[in-house]
Nanobody
Framework: QVQMVESGGGLVQAGGSLRLSCTVSGLNFDGYAMGWFRQAPGKEREGISCINWSAGKTMYSDSVKDRVTISRDKDKNTLYLQIDSLEPEDAVMYYC?????????????????WGQGTQVSVAS
């Protein structure tokens, strides 16, 4: 019944910016965190950022914290990830996820629901 759908991926020039969206339905948002992960072929899924849906508290991975911004629109039930200064290493699949607010926000196993992902490509 819970559905999470990512959008906004595509081909972007290196150095450009992109905003990914994740629309969520069928979920009780109280006490939940929403996270963004990314995964390259042959690599483990990497936590990028998360936000407490109600309070807006945010967390970022050290690897991307200087170039990304997470946000949400409560009225639209939509999660966003702004990526600036895109680099070739950013050209991977991006996933949104939801789960209880816990300490290990960047661990895949802490999240209950996942979207199918959206592909980001970077042209140089």
């Amino acid at each position: 019944q819970v559905q999470m759908v990512e959008s906004g991926g595509g081909l972007v020039q290196a150095g450009g910016s992109l905003r990914l969206s994740c629309t969520v339905s069928g979920l009780n948002f109280d006490g939940y965190a929403m996270g963004w992960f990314r995964q390259a072929p042959g690599k483990e899924r990497e936590g990028i950022s998360c936000i407490n849906w109600s309070a807006g508290k945010t967390m970022y991975s050290d690897s991307v914290k200087d170039r990304v911004t997470i946000s949400r629109d409560k009225d639209k039930n939509t999660l966003y990830l702004q990526i600036d200064s895109l680099e070739p290493e950013d050209a991977v699949m991006y996933y949104c996820a939801s789960g209880p607010w816990v300490g290990h926000w960047d661990r895949e196993g802490e999240y209950t629901y996942w979207g199918q992902g959206t592909q980001v490509s970077v042209a140089s």
